[in-house]
Each structure stands twice: as C-alpha cells, then as structure tokens.
Nanobody, 124 residues
C-alpha cells in the first residue's frame, strides 16, 4: 500500500513557476514509476509527466514538454513537478500517482495509487 500526499499548489501569474511535491508513504516507493496527472473543470483527467523507478526515464505530455520537469528523490520518498512558464491553460487540480510499471508511462490504468490532488490556478 502506498499513500500519496501532494503539496505546493497555489495561485500564480502567467509566466510564473511553481513546484509541486508528492510525499509517499511505504518502503517500496522506489519500486514504482510515478506520474503527475491533471484535471481541469469539465475535462477529463489527463497525463502530464512520468518518471521511472530509478529516475533515469522520464516522459512528458507535449503540452508541457520543455516547461515542466519531473524528478524524484527515493531517499525522501518524494516526487516533484517543477512547472515553469505557466499558462492559464495549466489551471487544474494536479494529482500524483504511483504506477505498477517500473518505467515511465502515460497509460492511466497502470497507476494504482492516487493522491487527493492540489489546485494550481494560473491567472492573467
């Protein structure tokens, strides 16, 4: 069992930056690939970024590539999402998730544990 708690969301102006954190419980954190998804009002939950168990393998949605960076610290049981050059369309609830796969994946059904989400609002 893995429990995930996101933090770091908030209100930021367009062009600004935020760093999201996801703290995981459990001794097996390093065996899971981790991902970030987001859901805007009235829209489906969508993939944002993923990182493999070792941190060497990452994968991004085209919409955030070159702006967002995912990383992990297995010693701290934490995964991060650095978000730069934020746009209004990045406004959403951001969810952290743990995948049963070992390598980064955008496939939602691979993710077996989910956090409660953290709100990110980007204003003009």
């Amino acid at each position: 069992q893995v429990q995930l708690v996101e933090s770091g969301g908030g209100l930021v102006q367009a062009g600004g930056s935020l760093r999201l954190s996801c703290a995981a419980s459990g001794r097996t954190f390093s065996s899971y690939a981790m991902g970030w998804f987001r859901q805007a009002p009235g829209k489906e939950r969508e993939f944002v970024a993923a990182i493999g168990w070792s941190g060497d393998n990452t994968y991004y949605a085209d919409s955030v590539k070159d702006r967002f960076t995912i990383s992990r610290d297995n010693a701290m049981n934490t995964v991060y999402l650095q978000m730069n050059s934020l746009k209004i369309e990045d406004t959403a609830v951001y969810y952290c998730a743990a995948s049963s796969a070992r390598f980064a994946t955008s496939i939602r059904y691979n993710y077996v544990y989910w956090g409660q989400g953290t709100q990110v609002t980007v204003s003009s």
